[in-house]
């Protein structure tokens, strides 16, 4: 099993890292970290290249997300993916997808209402509902990076997972 070094200590277990190609093509470089009980105070002071200038956003993602696990005295298993920067074509549809969701979404709540309400409220409500999801959706840019970490840890009642994702904009 390799070790991820950083100032001459080892700081955290490397099960296997590799790339992964998704949706429109979006390739991600992911890290499979062991955590171990006594390692999460070293988390801060993982430096995972492929984050370049965000690797403290990515460290303090790292440590909120395994304190939400509440590990405990069990061994935490954390992947770390992080996409190469979005091209033009990739951002754009993301962005279809944002406004494909915001009308779904709106169309789900208005629906109901206009049946037990007049089609004019229920339009209201579609349209205020999509505008709000929207809003909520992030907008994705040429450059743009999506970073994502789920955490798993077995033991209790069960298998336990979480993640969290973030997008650290273009800064160019």
Same mark, same amino acid.
């Given at each position: 099993m390799a070790r991820l070094h950083y100032t001459g200590k080892v700081v955290v277990q490397i099960e296997k890292t590799y790339e992964y190609a998704? $949706? #429109? %093509? &979006? =390739? #991600?470089?992911?890290? /499979?970290? =062991? =955590? *171990?009980?006594?390692?999460? +105070?070293?988390l801060r002071e993982l430096y995972i290249s492929e984050a370049k200038g965000a690797h403290y956003q990515v460290n303090t993602m790292l440590v909120a997300l395994y304190d939400r696990m509440q590990a405990g005295k069990? =061994?935490?298993? *954390?992947k770390v993916a992080i996409s190469q920067p979005l091209n033009?074509? /990739? +951002?754009?549809?993301? $962005?279809?997808?944002? @406004?494909? @969701?915001s009308g779904t979404? %709106?169309? @789900? +709540?208005? %629906?109901?209402? %206009?049946?037990? @309400?007049? +089609? &004019?409220?229920g339009t209201a409500v579609t349209a205020i509902t999509a505008y709000l999801a929207k809003r909520r959706l992030p907008t994705h840019h040429a450059g743009d990076v999506i970073i994502s970490i789920q955490a798993s840890v077995s033991g209790g009642i069960g298998t336990q997972q979480s993640s969290v994702s973030t997008i650290i904009k273009n800064q160019g």
């Amino acid at each position: 099993m390799a070790r991820l070094h950083y100032t001459g200590k080892v700081v955290v277990q490397i099960e296997k890292t590799y790339e992964y190609a998704g $949706n #429109f %093509g &979006i =390739v #991600f470089h992911v890290s /499979q970290l =062991v =955590v *171990m009980p006594d390692d999460r +105070a070293r988390l801060r002071e993982l430096y995972i290249s492929e984050a370049k200038g965000a690797h403290y956003q990515v460290n303090t993602m790292l440590v909120a997300l395994y304190d939400r696990m509440q590990a405990g005295k069990r =061994v935490c298993e *954390m992947k770390v993916a992080i996409s190469q920067p979005l091209n033009r074509r /990739q +951002a754009d549809k993301l $962005n279809d997808q944002r @406004t494909y @969701t915001s009308g779904t979404v %709106g169309s @789900t +709540a208005g %629906g109901p209402v %206009g049946l037990l @309400t007049k +089609a &004019i409220v229920g339009t209201a409500v579609t349209a205020i509902t999509a505008y709000l999801a929207k809003r909520r959706l992030p907008t994705h840019h040429a450059g743009d990076v999506i970073i994502s970490i789920q955490a798993s840890v077995s033991g209790g009642i069960g298998t336990q997972q979480s993640s969290v994702s973030t997008i650290i904009k273009n800064q160019g």
